[in-house]
């Protein structure tokens, strides 16, 4: 597609429940990051795959958190037993990634998540 | 964690005036991009400029580079109401990392 594309644009959910969201990321880009925006925190990273290496899981907030990229496309943010603090809009970014002028993340519209 | 600090965390100007933001970062970087978010969704990338550059040039956007001092300036010339938004900076330690941002500065362009 022409763009970052994220799924599904809102979910509420209960506490407790465990919630999946994706990203088509820009067909071609070889890297795909997830960042969450939430009140309290600001933008702050999550995880970031690159190609085939492991991911970067440096940013996830606890092992409720994880992230798997199928295909090397396609990536799921999945939060198992949500909670309240996990409110937040969900980014998804992709990039060219590998040389120069590839360095810019294109962004997706974002996930808003309410956790009841 | 956030990199460093923006200010003004808000700044609001009338129409066809010149609003200028400013970026502090704490870290060696590769990189630094500016980005622009409307009604809290989606980041829209306005222009990234390299360790090695001082100055870059976009349309009405200006944005300036100090590595010694650890900040970035961006200048929007002559604002129209739509450039309202927040703008953040981000930084990345090393080509193809992650980005890491600022706190933001929200833009209000009276018209």
């Known amino acids: 597609g022409a763009g970052v594309s994220q799924s599904p644009s809102n979910k509420v959910t209960e506490k407790g429940k465990d919630v999946e969201l994706r990203c088509d990321p820009i067909s071609g880009h070889t890297a795909l990051y997830w960042y969450r925006q939430s009140l309290g925190q600001g933008l702050e990273f999550l995880i970031y795959?690159?190609?085939?290496?492991?991911?970067?899981k440096s940013g996830l907030p606890s092992d409720r958190f994880s992230a798997e990229r199928t295909g090397g496309s396609v990536s799921t943010l999945t939060i198992q037993r949500t909670q309240q603090e996990d409110s937040a809009v969900y980014l998804c970014?992709?990039?060219?990634?590998?040389?120069?002028?590839?360095?810019?993340?294109?962004f997706g519209p974002g996930t808003r998540l309410t956790v009841l | 964690s956030q990199q460093g600090e923006e200010d003004p965390q808000a700044l609001s100007i009338q129409e066809g005036e010149n609003a200028t933001m400013n970026c502090s970062y704490k870290?060696?970087?590769?990189?630094l991009q500016w980005y622009r978010q409307n009604s809290g969704r989606g980041l829209v990338h306005l222009i990234l400029i390299r360790s090695n550059e001082r100055e870059k040039h976009s349309g009405r956007l200006r944005v300036t580079l100090d590595t010694s001092k650890k900040s970035s300036s961006l200048l929007i010339t002559a604002s129209r109401a739509a450039d309202t938004a927040s703008y953040f900076c981000a930084t990345v330690k090393s080509s193809g990392d992650k980005l890491t941002f600022g706190t933001g500065t929200r833009l209000a362009v009276r018209p």
């Open positions: 870290t060696s970087i590769n990189n």
């Open positions: 970014a992709s990039s060219l990634s590998g040389g120069a002028g590839s360095d810019t993340q294109y």
């Open positions: 795959f690159q190609g085939n290496s492991a991911p970067d």
